[in-house]
């Protein structure tokens, strides 16, 4: 997919961001996801809770509505917008968008074990922030750079996610199969600050409102042990 165009700065995600939600009355309104939250058990086999951080790397689609939702949950320290699975030359936006660089948006998550499991962060990746059975698309948005994969950092966080995986499958809680790839060795690069925190501070941007507002509040509804009221921002932190 080529780079899309500018608007009011930012790029567009696809030309239907343009047209929907067009009427201003429709914007208080609660907005319906194209891709609806599915409920599902926590991992069978997850970490055990532990002091310190670690972080986990997970791409499902735009990285807007990714990294929205994991700064909404608690535990995590810090949600990083960014790329993975492709060369440090390449880790750039528009390049990116080509969609043949090996680099999937992606979210480099910074959590405490002591307070959310890397299960608990799968959970939370399977059932809200993204739909695990749409091979190289989310929504509008279509390439290998909008795939659905776990980046391992480590191979207990692999044993984790193919163990997940294989248990969610067998339960049948989605209509097809999931397709989330298993990646490892791939190092994660931050993406440009102008996609850092775009969900809170677009609030009424279309492909916002729309596709990741809708990500929020089904985090909130089913797991409000896990959602905070306050997001987590990267910006605000890199300032401070």
């Not at 002091?51 to 735009?62: D, H, I």
């Not at 992606?106 to 959590?111: F, P, Q, R």
């Not at 009424?204 to 921002?233: A, C, G, R």
């Amino acid at each position: 997919m080529s780079a899309k165009p500018a608007v009011n700065g930012y790029f567009a995600k696809s030309a239907l961001a343009a047209l929907v939600l067009a009427a201003a009355a429709f914007w208080q309104t609660p907005a319906i996801s194209a891709e609806e939250a599915v409920a599902i058990p926590p991992p069978a086999l997850d970490e055990k809770p532990a002091a310190g951080t670690e972080k986990a790397v997970l791409a499902g689609g735009c990285f807007w509505g990714v990294q929205g939702v994991f700064q909404h949950v608690k535990g995590v320290t810090n949600a990083v917008s960014g790329y993975a699975g492709g060369d440090k030359d390449t880790a750039v936006y528009e390049t990116v968008g080509g969609g043949r660089t090996g680099h999937a948006e992606a979210v480099e998550i910074t959590y405490k074990p002591s307070e959310v499991t890397y299960g608990q962060l799968l959970q939370v990746y399977f059932s809200v922030a993204h739909n695990p059975t749409q091979l190289n698309f989310q929504g509008p948005d279509s390439g290998t750079q909008y795939r659905s994969t776990v980046f391992a950092e480590n191979d207990a966080q692999k044993k984790i996610a193919e163990s997940y995986i294989a248990q969610l499958d067998k339960a049948k809680l989605f209509p097809k199969p999931i397709v989330t790839t298993l990646e490892t060795g791939k190092t994660f690069y931050r993406a440009e600050d102008y996609h850092q925190d775009f969900l809170t501070l677009n609030p009424t941007y279309p492909y916002i409102v729309y596709n990741d507002l809708p990500k929020i509040e089904n985090l909130k509804s089913l797991f409000p042990q896990l959602y905070s009221d306050k997001p987590v921002l990267v910006l605000a932190a890199s300032k401070s």
